[in-house]
């Protein structure tokens, strides 16, 4: 998979591709409560800001989202579609907030459409999809057919642990994928809200990158059936989203 | 998805332009004939289109059932919402396609209120109607833009009030024909009606293919 005389990989910019917010999922619409917050004028300072998105990593996206994934990507990896759809509805069921879990069925959704949309074009004679990999090929096939005849959520964190399995991208970076994107979605909405300026938005990132480290040690080799989320003020905060009349987030 | 596709139709335009009148005006008069529509209505703050096409055209009138005016959030960014990133409405339409692939004839996509440069992905909409209107001056179309230029459809509104602000409706409509080069154009008046059957005639004519409703052919098949 090197490229001759570079130490770069096309996995490497499979990964860039997955985590540009220019990746078509639909985050971009979603706040994970931060809009409701706002509103009901709870959160006013960049601190604030931090604090929520390292609470929902640690507390929610962290034992639930990454630890699906993680045992999503591995799954894929030996086509164990039986263990991939058990995780995608223990995570399904884990995602107490109507809102939220349309949401990400709907972003998994996408992502899958958008990856079996181009996977089997490779582009160049480099084999980026080598001929091993035909087993990921069909497990992430298999998942899409089983979303559509309603055997699974397709819940995000499934969909890109898949999709990430299948463009040869770690376990580690994947879950990576996961918690910087959830970062980068609530950042961008609060920006939209005008909460503060660009840069600010940059310095709250930098101040994560190690929660979001931290969180991946954590959570990436728990097994399934430990999975957990606990954080029920965000849970009424999220629901108390869905009743909002006026707003500008799906979530 | 494996659904068969149900035609779409976006429909973009400027704030208060009147994107959502114009389908409470078209949608009967496409139901007369016997089609059966779904909306899902892109608000870019609130739901209040969603909530009023709901009311007048499903709860009141029975025209549609009120499941199908969905109303969606944008996260700010209508323009994304139906191009760059048309994720959360396609994910919508192929759920009306799962359940009413049997009866629904045409879903319409209204974006929410944005600026000349608004366009639909194709893999979103068939076909793209933008609306702007008279009180906007009558260089509007002149000032060219995607939306104004590239759709499929160009509706120009509320031409009862361009006596009141000293509009040229013939200048509207020279500048339309050479910024569109001949594609249609309709002037209407949505409080009134008038011109909106011509715009039901194109959908009916470009978008479904003068085909019978599915009702009607599910009843002769």
């Keep these: 998979m090197n490229i001759k005389n570079l130490d770069l990989t096309i996995d490497e910019i499979s990964m860039l591709q997955l985590g540009d917010s220019f990746f078509p999922t639909g985050m971009y619409t979603t706040s994970s409560g931060l809009e409701a917050l706002f509103y009901n004028k709870r959160i006013k300072s960049k601190e604030q800001i931090s604090e929520f998105i390292s609470v929902c990593l640690k507390y929610q996206l962290g034992p639930a989202d990454c630890t699906a994934l993680s045992n999503s990507h591995k799954a894929a990896q030996s086509s164990d579609l039986k263990t991939i759809i058990e995780i995608d509805d223990l995570l399904f069921s884990m995602k107490l907030v109507k809102e939220i879990r349309e949401a990400s069925t709907r972003s998994g959704t996408q992502l899958l459409n958008c990856v079996l949309s181009f996977i089997n074009e490779t582009p160049t004679s480099e084999n980026i999809y080598n001929k091993d990999n035909n087993s990921s090929k069909s497990v992430i096939s298999s998942y899409f057919d089983a979303i559509k005849s309603k055997d699974a959520h397709g819940v995000y964190p499934i969909a890109l642990g898949l999709a990430s399995n299948v463009l040869n991208i770690t376990r580690e970076r994947a879950c990576m994928l996961l918690l910087y994107g ?23 990132i930098h101040s994560l990158k190690p929660v979001i480290l931290e969180v991946i040690k954590k959570n990436i080799d728990r097994a399934h059936s430990k999975m957990w989320q606990f954080s029920p003020g965000i849970d009424i905060l999220q629901i108390s989203h869905e009743r909002m009349d006026s707003k500008m987030f799906i979530t | 998805m494996n659904h068969k596709r149900i035609p779409r139709i976006g429909i973009g335009g400027p704030v208060g332009s009147g994107k959502t009148m114009l389908i409470e005006q078209f949608v009967p008069l496409l139901s007369q004939k016997g089609y059966k529509t779904a909306i899902i209505s892109n608000d870019v703050v609130s739901k209040i289109d969603a909530d009023r096409m709901r009311k007048n055209l499903a709860s009141e009138r029975g025209l549609l059932p009120e499941s199908l005016v969905i109303g969606l959030a944008t996260g700010g960014c209508p323009h994304t919402a139906v191009r760059e990133d048309p994720s959360m409405n396609i994910s919508v339409v192929e759920e009306i396609e799962a359940k009413h692939n049997t009866d629904l004839d045409l879903i319409i996509i209204e974006s929410g209120g944005d600026n000349i440069t608004t366009t639909f992905s194709p893999a979103l909409a068939d076909y793209f109607i933008y609306i702007i209107d008279v009180s ?13 230029e590239n759709c499929d459809l160009l509706v120009i509104n509320k031409i009862d009030i361009a006596p009141y602000i000293g ?4 200048v509207m409509e020279n500048d339309a024909k050479v910024v569109r080069k001949n594609k249609p154009y309709v002037f209407v008046n949505c409080k009134t009606g008038q011109g909106v059957q011509e715009v039901a005639e194109h959908i009916i004519k470009d978008v479904l293919f003068e085909e019978p409703p599915k009702t009607v052919i599910n009843k002769t098949a």
Excluded at chain 1, 184 to 203: D, N, Y
Excluded at chain 2, 167 to 170: C, R, S, T, V
Aim: proline share 5%; hydrophobic share 40%; charged share 20%.
């Design chain 1, 182 to 204: 959830f970062t980068v979605s609530i950042v961008g909405a609060a920006l939209r809200l005008g909460m503060f300026p660009h840069f600010e938005g940059q310095q709250i």
């Design chain 2, 167 to 170: 509009a040229d409706l013939k």
């Design chain 2, 136 to 148: 906007s001056g009558d260089k509007y179309p002149r000032k060219r833009g995607l939306g104004i």
